[in-house]
């Protein structure tokens, strides 16, 4: 569990804090992410994926779980949550981070993004808001104003290009 | 449903956002075997999960490591090893000799002269065959000569750290050693374990330094054990160093990491 947790958890704890919006309450998403991982990795299918798809996914299906159990708290955006606290989590604890996890989650971190950069700014949104705020694609259709056929569309395609520069980029394609 | 439909609804599977009848085909169309489409399910969850990936990693407190492992530790027990062993080279040659030649009185003499420049001749073409083994072989006694003086300064330096490198996700199964001569500033290195890199690519190491700068540091292949050894200088104007990495890189090497980290090692 220890080599787990020093590989991820700067990971989990990034998604779970964007997510809950509270640093607190993502220390204990964090901890419950894990927790949920090590009793119940047994059910983990390698077929079915590889594990930091699964970690990423039990990271935000928690994260999200626990928002919704607390939606009487105002919502801090992420900006927010960097000016007032979030980050500080990086400046107090910079020496307990796992150096190795870290390099390595940065570097994935930047081509990420860049896959992302990559698509049509409406499929980015999209999906951003359909992954980090769990909403469905009615919600999203609503809150965007555009046809829920064209928000399907949107994610479907977006979705399929993220896979794609995914793939590229693992099958060693150049980056742009 | 067919697998074109089913992969018009794969993303909308993935965020529930299918209406229950639309669940259940989906459901029952990758339960009844199809590989593709498990394949594009596969796919698509990682993409989707990936979007997670794209925020800069935030350290939590130290105070959730404690507390998990105490949970932890209340629950089950937990282990963990690294294996080592090292390679080296090998130099091999064999000789076979003949030889002949009778002595013949009278007109004989000029069959016994011709024995004897044929013998001699058949000599100087062993002596020719001997020469080139005992060539070959001097050649690798001083490839051995040349390896085990590095090695004799590797464990005779006044200044040795170890750096142990790590497989990631790439590599779980590699491993391997960097000894720092740092009175020699040199890198010894020892792969164990890894994987041939795909067509098209190779290995390539890094220096990584206190401020996250990245300088190659050299490239290269594994044999078929998975075993290399590589020794590179340690440029003297770097700084602070913080990680040994390895990726995998097109030929030839980049000279900043666009492949995935197959191994890293933390410097203490």
Do not use: S
């Given at each position: 569990m220890e080599v787990l947790y020093n590989r991820h958890s700067a990971v989990v704890f990034a998604l779970c804090a964007r997510i809950v919006g509270d640093k607190a309450e993502a220390e204990d998403v964090l901890i419950d992410v894990f927790s949920q991982i090590w009793t119940r990795?047994?059910?983990?299918?390698p077929a079915r994926g590889a594990p930091l798809t699964y970690i990423l996914t039990v990271a935000r299906s928690r994260a999200l779980d626990h928002r919704r159990s607390r939606r009487a708290r105002d919502a801090m955006s992420l900006d927010a949550a960097s000016d007032s606290g979030v980050n500080a989590a990086v400046t107090d604890h910079a020496s307990s981070d796992e150096p190795v996890a870290r390099l390595v989650a940065s570097e994935e971190a930047h081509r990420v993004r860049a896959a992302l950069a990559q698509l049509e700014p409406a499929q980015r949104r999209a999906i951003e808001m359909s992954f980090f705020d769990g909403l469905s694609h009615a919600q999203i259709a609503a809150q965007l104003d555009r046809p829920l056929g064209t928000i399907k569309t949107v994610i479907r395609q977006g979705l399929i290009r993220l896979r794609e520069s995914i793939r590229i980029h693992r099958e060693g394609g150049a980056e742009t | 449903m067919t697998c074109e439909q089913c992969r018009e609804f794969l993303s909308a599977y993935l965020t529930g956002d299918l209406t229950p009848a639309e669940q259940e085909a989906v459901r029952a169309h990758l339960a009844g075997g199809c590989p593709e489409c498990a394949g594009a399910l596969v796919e698509a969850q990682a993409a989707f999960a990936m979007v997670g990936l794209s925020l800069e990693p935030l350290a939590p407190p130290a105070r959730a490591r404690d507390r998990l492992m105490a949970w932890v530790r209340a629950t089950q027990p937990r282990g963990g090893g690294l294996p080592i062993s090292p390679a080296s080279p090998a130099a091999a040659g064999g000789a076979e000799r003949r030889d002949g030649g009778k002595p013949w009185r009278g007109a004989l003499a000029v069959a016994a002269c011709l024995a004897l420049v044929a013998g001699a001749g058949w000599h100087m073409l062993q002596r020719g065959q001997h020469a080139q083994e005992i060539t070959t072989l001097q050649r690798g006694l001083a490839v051995r000569d040349a390896r085990l003086a590095q090695l004799q300064s590797l464990v005779t330096t006044s200044q040795l750290s170890l750096i142990a490198l790590g497989g990631q996700e790439a590599q779980p199964e590699a491993s391997g050693r960097v000894f720092w001569d740092k009175e020699n500033s040199r890198w010894h290195v020892f792969i164990f374990d890894m994987k041939p890199p795909p067509p098209g690519k190779e290995y390539e190491l890094w220096f990584v330094t206190a401020q996250e700068k990245k300088v190659p540091a050299g490239t290269f292949g594994v044999d078929a054990d998975g075993r290399a050894e590589l020794i590179v200088q340690v440029p003297p104007d770097l700084g602070p160093l913080a990680l040994a990495a390895i990726t995998d890189e097109p030929l030839g090497g980049v000279p900043q990491p666009t492949g995935a980290f197959q191994l890293i090692g933390k410097i203490e």
């Open positions: 990795g047994g059910q983990f299918d | -």
